[in-house]
């Protein structure tokens, strides 16, 4: 069964760096999602990208996030300064051109920011 | 704008036990709704999906029916093993291409 693949699995890196996490989505889905889980909480939805760019954003979604599909097949999500509040599971997710389709999301990447 | 409302956990059920999970949902348009499970360490799976009223969801003994009227989608299991616990995370879609909203997640423990 395809699966959507997110590396790494868990990164920790120090407050006020940079960090970029990457998925692979199914290869024919079209629509491509980031949430996160703060831990214990409920899975809130950051972005969604489709034609090679961003269809919705939420709150969460400032100026310190952004997504890329450098090459057709990765999606990243950058963080440009972390900090300690960003500290959680953050989930990718595609979906196939089927409206009434649900989403496949990935394992997850655990990211902790100390 | 969209919501899904579900019961607080955790749960706590003996095996074999029947299980209810309730969920309720506001939505402007007209939503396909989801359970999603999520076993410990793991990432979200989706466990069933119903995407029109009346529809009924299964899978691995789950069900859910879609209740328009009630504005409902209750997650039932009527028989609960240890491998069943996780959090369940109830769904919705709205019409189009809105994203997926989920519910708080509700934990559920299974003892033997």
């Known amino acids: 069964e395809p699966e959507v693949t997110q590396t790494p699995s868990h990164q920790v890196t120090q407050m006020g760096q940079e960090v970029i996490l990457r998925c692979v989505p199914i290869?024919?889905?079209?629509?491509f999602y980031w949430y996160r889980q703060i831990l214990g909480q409920k899975v809130e939805f950051l972005v969604s990208f489709y034609n090679n760019e961003i269809s919705e954003k939420s709150e969460i979604f400032d100026d310190q996030f952004s997504v890329e599909r450098p090459d057709g097949s990765n999606f990243t999500l950058k963080i440009r300064s972390t900090k300690l509040e960003d500290s959680a599971m953050y989930f990718c997710?595609?979906?196939?051109?089927?409206?009434?389709?649900?989403?496949?999301f990935g394992s997850g990447t655990r990211l902790t920011v100390v | 704008g969209d919501s899904v409302t579900q019961m607080e956990g955790p749960v706590t059920l003996s095996e074999e036990a029947f299980l209810t999970i309730n969920c309720t949902y506001t939505a402007t348009g007209y939503p396909s709704l989801f359970w999603y499970v999520q076993y410990p360490g793991e990432g979200l799976q989706l466990l069933l999906k119903a995407t029109k009223a009346d529809d009924k969801g299964s899978n691995k003994g789950f069900e859910a029916t879609y209740r328009k009227e009630t504005t409902s989608f209750h997650l039932e299991k009527g028989s609960v093993q240890v491998s069943d616990s996780a959090v369940y995370f109830c769904a919705l879609r709205d019409s189009g291409n809105t994203p997926l909203v989920f519910g708080k997640g509700t934990r559920l423990s299974v003892i033997a």
């Open positions: 997710a595609s979906r196939g051109d089927g409206g009434s389709g649900g989403y496949t």
């Open positions: 290869s024919n889905h079209l629509y």
